[in-house]
C-alpha cells in the first residue's frame, strides 16, 4: 500500500524553527521527485519546495533562505527544516510524491497533512 506519512507540526513563537518528516511506505522515495506544500483556509495549495531523485532543489520565494529539503540517509524520508518562521507561514503543510524523478508532471501521491501555527 502506498502511503505518505508526515509529522513534526506543532505550535511554535515566530523566529523558531521546525522539521517535517515524510516517510513514505509501499515504495521508495529515492527515486521519485517530492514536493512539499502547504495551505490555508480559502487558499490554493502552494509548493514551498521540492526535491528530484538527484537531488536538485527548488524553493517558492517566501521561503528562500529559510526553508531546507533533504532527503534521509534511510532514502524513504524527506525532511522539510523551517527556520526563522512567521506567522505567515501557519497551515497544514502536505508532502506529495511525484509521478517521475523530476516536478514536471505534478504530484502523484498525499500525505495527510500536519499543522504548523506560528504564533506567540
Known amino acids: 500500500q502506498v502511503q505518505l506519512v508526515e509529522s513534526g507540526g506543532g505550535l511554535v513563537q515566530p523566529g523558531g524553527s521546525l522539521r517535517l518528516s515524510c516517510e513514505a511506505s509501499?515504495?521508495?522515495?529515492?527515486?521519485?521527485?517530492v514536493g512539499w506544500f502547504r495551505q490555508v483556509p480559502g487558499k490554493e495549495r502552494e509548493l514551498v519546495a521540492s526535491?528530484?531523485?538527484?537531488?536538485?532543489?527548488n524553493y517558492a520565494d517566501s521561503v528562500k533562505g529559510r526553508f531546507t529539503i533533504s532527503r534521509g540517509n534511510d532514502k524513504n524520508t524527506v525532511y522539510l527544516q523551517m527556520n526563522s518562521l512567521k506567522p505567515e507561514d501557519t497551515a497544514v503543510y502536505y508532502c506529495?510524491?511525484?509521478?517521475?524523478?523530476?516536478?514536471?508532471?505534478?504530484?502523484?501521491?498525499w500525505g495527510q497533512g500536519t499543522q504548523v501555527t506560528v504564533s506567540s
Open positions: 506529495a510524491r511525484g509521478y517521475g524523478q523530476s516536478w514536471h508532471m505534478g504530484a502523484q501521491y
Open positions: 526535491i528530484t531523485s538527484g537531488g536538485i532543489t
Open positions: 509501499g515504495f521508495s522515495l529515492a527515486f521519485y521527485a
